[in-house]
């Protein structure tokens, strides 16, 4: 029986941690029932545009999807010229965050392409894999029907329905054997561990929040989702048994969204005695923590959490739509660590309307709440969030250019407030990482929580990134 030779990539980058693609993972097991995939982890493989070029001599691949952040922009127009020369009747395919945010735009971004997905592309992907194994001139008819489909009648782009699979476990687990988590340098989200292996994992999927700087909603929809636990228990047992993994990140949005989910997950993670630590480094929601589940997460494996606290300033909590505030962010802060868990904070400067006086409030509050650690990102006018509809409709947020879509990485500035540079604003975020992290206290923990050699290289590779790399 014939099959389709499939080519999944993940854009080479300069991130802070390097993790298995699990979104990748995913799309694998959606398609290789009836298809021969691989994946290429262009981070961890160094994926220049010559190893590519390479990689397109040697093999031919029916299909290549392409997961994109909108920082990846001028990397993947890279890949798909590539494509396009070496490879001409291969269809491009892209997904992931970017496309999903700016899918009414896409094809003015990359005109080479066939297609694009819009949000979750399990179902939506392995429908078209199979429309084209059958037919490779797609039929109009038949493209309307693949869910979140991107494509385009005479010229103008078509934006099918997306469809959230309410039952995650039908979507089986990310394909660990193709991922290999085992072979994954040390360089964990989150930048610091307490065991190693670490595979990361997604338990939930969906946000009904309203936080105006983010676009996760149109990702993976507002209702969240969830697995069974019987199903995450059975994954982390197969990661623990198979491949050696010790430690165990969850990069949910939303893990402790259902209290009495996490109580299951926690008792049957117990119960089969899987002797793994675990930690959630994506942030989670303060207001959903309380003193007792905090205890059992604890008595289960859980040693460090992360959560958002965005700013300082009770009016610019407001107008982020937090829904938290400054009071309720320090009591739980208080409570996490009176339970024995680190905590991480993760702050946004640069926030449209934000004063100096605004900025300052955010980087004191930093200093009160007794933080183990600190992340603060310049805020980024992500494509399809609410406030940066706002900056486009007031006039304030233009057209932006390659060089723009290439700033939107941690220490970059695309965007600088009204009275602010862009200069002004990357000295800002530097003030607070040197305010937050030159402390005798902070800086001792710092130090003493770095294992070997090779952590020892991580750490400063993410100092040196966080204080130098913008341009």
């Known amino acids: ?43 961890k493989e160094g994926l220049t545009p010559e190893k590519f070029a390479d990689i ?42 970017h496309p999903s945010c700016a899918f009414a735009s896409i094809f003015q971004f990359f005109p080479e392409i066939d297609w694009a997905f819009r949000g979750e592309a399990e179902v ?7 429309l084209f194994l059958r037919n490779n001139n797609i039929s ?12 385009r009648i005479d010229g103008r782009p078509v ?44 338990i939930t999927r969906g946000c009904p929040f309203s936080c105006t700087y983010c676009a996760g909603y149109l990702v993976s929809g507002k209702k969240i989702r969830f697995r069974s636990v019987d199903n995450v228990i059975g994954e982390i047992s197969m990661l623990y048994h198979q491949y050696g993994i010790r430690e165990i990140h969850i990069e949910d949005d939303n893990f402790t969204f259902n209290r009495q989910f996490v109580v299951d997950f926690c008792r049957k993670l117990k119960e089969n005695n899987l002797n793994v630590s675990w930690t959630c480094p994506n942030g989670v929601r303060l ?39 400054k009071e309720v962010i320090k009591e739980k802060i208080t409570l996490i660590k009176k339970c024995g868990l680190e ?70 500035a695309v965007y600088a407030p009204k009275g602010f540079t862009r200069e002004q604003m990357k000295g800002l975020r530097k003030k607070a990482l040197k305010r937050f992290y030159f402390r005798p206290k902070i800086m001792f923990k710092f130090i003493s929580e770095i294992r070997n050699l090779g952590h020892l290289k991580v750490v400063i590779k993410r100092i040196y990134s966080w204080l130098f790399q913008a341009k």
């Open 56 to 97: 397109l001599k040697n093999k031919k691949y029916d299909i290549i999807g392409i997961s994109i952040f909108t920082f990846n922009v001028v990397r993947v127009r890279e890949y798909i010229r590539q494509i396009k020369d070496l490879s001409p009747d291969t269809k491009i395919v892209l997904g992931g965050p």
């Open 287 to 325: 207001d959903t923590l309380d003193e007792e589940l905090l205890l059992i997460m604890k008595d289960a494996g859980l040693y460090s959490i992360s959560v958002g606290v965005e700013s300082g300033s009770a009016r610019i909590l407001k107008d982020m739509k937090k829904s938290l505030t």
């Open 140 to 151: 109009k008819d038949d493209l309307v029907t693949v869910p979140g489909l991107i494509w």
């Open 124 to 130: 939506g992907f392995a429908r078209l894999a199979d």
């Open 343 to 412: 905590v991480t904070g993760f702050f946004i400067i640069g926030y449209p309307t934000e004063t100096i006086d605004d900025i300052m409030e955010t980087i004191n509050f930093s200093l009160e709440l007794g933080l183990k650690r600190a992340g603060f990102s310049l805020f980024k006018p992500f494509p399809g969030t609410e406030i940066t509809r706002r900056l486009i409709e007031s006039g304030e947020l233009k057209e932006m250019s390659d060089e723009d879509w290439a700033r939107f990485v941690l220490a970059d």
């Open 159 to 202: 934006v099918n329905e997306q469809i959230f699979v309410d039952d995650l476990d039908e979507l089986g687990t990310p394909s660990w054997d193709i991922l290999k988590p085992q072979t994954y340098p040390l360089a964990p989200h989150g930048g610091f561990f307490k065991n190693f292996p670490i595979a990361p994992i997604i």
């Open 1 to 43: 029986m014939k099959k389709l030779k499939v080519l999944l990539i993940r854009p080479d980058s300069h991130p802070d941690e390097l993790i298995p693609p699990i979104g990748l993972g995913y799309l694998v097991t959606a398609l290789r029932k009836k298809n021969r995939v691989d994946v290429l982890d262009g981070i």
